[in-house]
């Protein structure tokens, strides 16, 4: 088994731009993915350079700040921002997929501007998987040549994958200084790549002004930094799948 540990929301705040750097240089976290549109995004762009083998992708939003294109009226509420919630897939009202690419690529284009090139895409709440969307992700991935993550229902055909598996149990509760342990048990013989999601990050306002996740977030960055001796051999610089 090898393991990539991706750390989302790479850009919320500086709290978790430094909690996501710390678990991936004293901790285990291999690669992050980046909210292009939050407060601290060009802070985050700043530490990528010092720390050239932490892998950054882009963390694709529907549901969190504001978008960076204008005309996106299915898109927003009154207040501009994102009207869509962690509770998308219960929306009545439709979205216009249109104006998704538009926004998708203009957040992907932050890193073209700056001369990057990303590792991969996901999503915030993991959006990119929502039905309504699923031409969206594959015509960017496709257009951008970039892997994305899996968790599909049903994998869409013709995408290249960051991993063979995804798992998301490190979160909440399943946050404990066992649970790398037991996940390698639980895989024990299995010869393919798991990604394990986590939301490293010391607290400030900014994070929780933004997200309802939040005091865990130091429980994730303390379990992370304390289990390297124990996983890194499992870690791995991914190498995309295709299906």
């Known amino acids: 088994m090898k393991l990539i540990v991706n750390a989302d929301d790479f850009g919320l705040s500086r709290g978790v731009n430094y909690g996501i750097v710390d678990a991936h240089e004293l901790g285990i976290v291999t690669s992050t993915t980046m909210l ?57 009202d439709e979205i216009n997929v249109e104006e998704v690419e538009k926004e998708w690529n203009a957040q992907i284009q932050q890193f073209y501007t700056r001369g990057i090139t990303p590792s991969h895409l996901d999503s915030h709440h993991h959006i990119h998987t929502w039905e309504p969307v699923i031409p969206v992700i594959k015509h960017l991935a496709q257009t951008y040549d970039l892997p994305v993550r899996t968790g599909f229902k049903q994998a869409p055909a013709g995408l290249r994958f960051w991993s063979d598996l995804l798992d998301t149990n490190f979160y909440k509760e399943g946050v404990n200084e066992d ?35 939040v005091d865990d977030r130091a429980r994730e960055l303390r379990v992370l930094t304390q289990v390297k001796q124990t996983v890194g051999h499992m870690l791995k610089k991914n190498k995309p799948t295709q299906t």
């Not at 549109?37 to 700043?46: G, K, L, Y």
């Not at 390698?184 to 393919?192: E, M, V």
């Open 179 to 213: 649970y790398f342990a037991e996940l390698s048990q639980q895989y024990k013989g299995y010869d393919g790549t798991i990604e394990v999601m986590c939301h490293p990050a010391y607290i400030d306002e900014t994070l929780r002004t933004y997200s309802s996740y």
């Open 36 to 92: 292009t549109n939050m407060p601290a995004t060009d802070h985050a762009f700043q530490l990528m350079d010092r720390y050239p083998d932490l892998q950054v992708g882009v963390h694709l939003t529907l549901t969190c700040g504001a978008p960076l294109t204008s005309d996106c009226p299915t898109l927003i509420n009154q207040q501009g921002e994102f009207r869509l919630t962690s509770q998308f897939r219960q929306a009545t």
